[in-house]
């Protein structure tokens, strides 16, 4: 009965440093992470909490970019109305002003710019700027999607809308893991995008926020 008592305490032993030692690895793997990466650092860049939406007062302040299509009209002065492309240097040609530095200012600070100008050939010149074509803001994609591609952000767009646009993922995509790049006035900021939780319900609906002009998507394959 002795002996029979000493193998369950032995028997007992052995299990208790069995799950001594399986909530050591647990504890190992929740720090270090699948593949030594931190689960609370996703690579040598902290993720930061998705951005907030533009209000609309920031997304009528467009401001004008290289490559960008204008409409300049100048009222009862067709032959001073043109369509015109932002240069690479930034600037457009109208007839009586020549070059006029574009990239940089909004619709309206160019159409005051031209109608102080037009003033000294034209008495009360009433300009009007318009946009046409918008290319000088893009978004970038890169990594396991079907097109690796940029393409300009001409209008409000979502991190799920530009992923379709460029021909959604490939085969060995990590649809958990999708990087958007953005560079900002204090540095460069990583957010995620799991699309898999977001198919499902279960990311929040902020993380499919809005792009911004520069934004890089990154799908790790």
């Known amino acids: 009965m002795e002996g029979f008592g000493r193998r369950v305490r032995a028997r007992r032993g052995v299990r208790a ?45 467009y401001v004008i970019g290289p490559e960008d299509q204008l409409q300049v009209t100048v009222w009862r ?62 978004v970038y994609l890169i990594g396991g999607v079907a097109r690796q591609t940029s393409f300009a952000l001409n209008q409000d767009m979502r991190v799920l809308d530009a992923i ?16 958007i790049l953005r560079r900002e006035a204090d540095g460069l900021h990583e957010y995620r995008f799991d699309y898999d939780a977001f198919v499902r319900g279960d990311a929040p609906l902020e993380s499919n926020f809005l792009l911004q002009p520069g934004d890089t998507i990154v799908v790790p394959d």
């Open 17 to 61: 440093r069995a799950v001594d030692a399986c909530l050591v690895g647990l504890v190992t793997a929740l720090a270090v992470g699948v593949g030594g990466c931190s689960l609370f650092n996703f690579g040598s860049r902290p993720v930061s909490p998705p951005p907030n939406d533009p209000v609309a007062l920031e997304r009528e302040s």
């Open 77 to 138: 002065n067709p032959e001073l109305s043109v369509t015109v492309p932002v240069r690479p240097d930034g600037r457009v040609s109208v007839p009586l002003v020549d070059d006029v530095q574009a990239a940089g200012l909004t619709t309206q600070e160019l159409k005051l710019v031209l109608t102080e100008k037009l003033a000294e050939f034209v008495k009360e010149p009433e300009v009007t700027v318009i946009v046409t074509q918008v290319q000088s803001k893009r």
């Open 164 to 179: 379709a646009v460029a021909g959604g993922f490939t085969t060995f995509a990590r649809k958990g893991d999708v990087k």
